[in-house]
């Protein structure tokens, strides 16, 4: 099933993606800057330039330490490791000659914020659980991932 962009993110070089990387691990972000394209750009990043476990282990570190840099408590266990194994299922299924680049702004392109509910219940990924820990999807399975 061919996706149709949503985004009209295009990052022109992987400097400016790399600008996101620094910008997000130094808390330079506003919390309302650090928007949902910058949460999966970030995400990408990882991904491509790391193993999955270790991209979500550093994409949880730093999501940890910008929202305790913030003074907010939102950090989610469920909606993390989701849009790490999304994430990590659309990039595997870019063609590996691609770039970073063009890899990552196809992408960012793909998944609007919403797409969590086509996966998970309200109730479900907004329980307390999920905030502390995995929850499966109870809509349908996240395919093509390997992450855990």
């Not at 999955?52 to 913030?70: I, K, Q, S, V």
């Not at 469920?78 to 000659?97: E, S, V």
């Not at 609007?112 to 998970?120: H, N, R, S």
Request: include cysteine; hydrophobic fraction near 35%.
């Amino acid at each position: 099933m061919a996706q149709i962009a949503y985004a009209n993110v295009a990052y022109p070089n992987e400097d400016s993606i790399r600008d996101v990387i620094q910008k997000f691990e130094r808390c330079e972000y506003a919390p309302e800057e650090f928007t949902h394209a910058r949460h999966l750009t970030v995400g990408c990043w990882y991904l491509c330039t790391m193993p999955a476990d270790e991209a979500l282990n550093r994409m949880r570190t730093h999501l940890l330490n910008f929202t305790a840099h913030h003074g907010k408590h939102g950090y989610h266990e469920t909606i993390t490791r989701f849009w790490i194994k999304l994430l990590d299922g659309a990039l595997r299924r870019q063609p590996d000659a691609d770039p970073l680049l063009r890899r990552v702004n196809a992408v960012v392109a793909l998944y609007p914020k919403e797409t969590l509910f086509d996966y998970y219940t309200r109730e479900r990924v907004l329980s307390d659980a999920a905030k502390r820990e995995w929850i499966e999807p109870d809509l349908q399975e996240i395919g093509g991932a390997e992450s855990s």
